[in-house]
């Protein structure tokens, strides 16, 4: 639906004053159109600095982002627009919930944009449903949910006011893995169903290597690499050097190959690496069984 460009981007905080930080440092970078692209990097990497330019809650200090082209700062009045349309779901979401109730906290987004009673009502308990928030919740208090009910009400907000782009920073902290996996799974199957353009960022490399398309790697306020999640998760000595893991299995298939068994390197879920390694067991006389154990 919408592709976001960050051109020659960079951002300082405390310009000119003794305590001058520069977050980022001529990005260049585009997510594309429909495509989840997972955003990775260490502590201080300039990840959060660069999502909240996604919206304009920040501005740049120099260069552009473009949403389809078309520079969101072109027109300052109208930079409110633009965050209807990009819509940023932040870390730990479920301690920004302030309404009476769940239905009024969903609600606010799409109230701001003027929509009618009706039109509010429906996408309400759509976005609800769609996260996996059961209906009869919407008119208690949020503080009555659980954590997971809590960040399932938060993005439900978010994706109430249907954004061209959705950014979301951890929406899975804090969560276990089977809450993990349901959240993300929710988001992947709203990129499918609404081919809505998504942006996670994450410290988890399994999340980013199931659930997303492409990888950005910032570093020092640098987007040192992107691509494809064959690609990057290829890259293992690249990611360690700027302090970053690699999913456990890709270690794993890395030792592997470090005792001389032909394996591929670009292997980063649990599912290839059963799949490779059934394969080479009933192809390859050399592989024995008792060589994985």
Known sequence: MSEIKLENISFVYGSGTPYEIHALENVNLTFEDGKITGLIGHTGSGKSTLVELLNGILKPTSGRVLLDGGDI????????????????VMQYPEYQLFEETVRADISFGPKNMGLSDKEIAERVVEAAEFVGLDVS?????????????????????????RPDVLVL?????????????????????????????????????????IFCDKIAV??????????????IFSRRDELLAVDLGVPLITDTVHELSALGIEIPDNIYTVERAKECILSLLGENPKVKKGDFT
Not at 195 to 202: C, F, H, L, N, R
Not at 218 to 231: K, Q
């Open 218 to 231: 910032m570093s020092n306020g640098r987007n040192v690499m992107y691509g494809d999640r064959d690609e």
């Open 73 to 88: 700062w072109a027109e300052p009045k109208k930079i409110r627009g633009v965050r209807f349309r990009v819509g940023v």
């Open 169 to 209: 920073d951890e929406p899975a902290a804090g969560l276990d893995p089977l809450g993990r996996e349901s959240i993300l799974s929710k988001i992947c199957e709203y990129n499918k169903n609404s081919g809505v353009t998504v942006i996670i960022v994450s410290h988890n490399m399994e999340d980013m290597a």
């Open 137 to 161: 919740l919407l008119d208690k208090s949020p503080f009555e949910l659980s954590g997971g009910q809590k960040r399932r009400a938060a993005i439900a907000g978010v994706i109430a006011m």
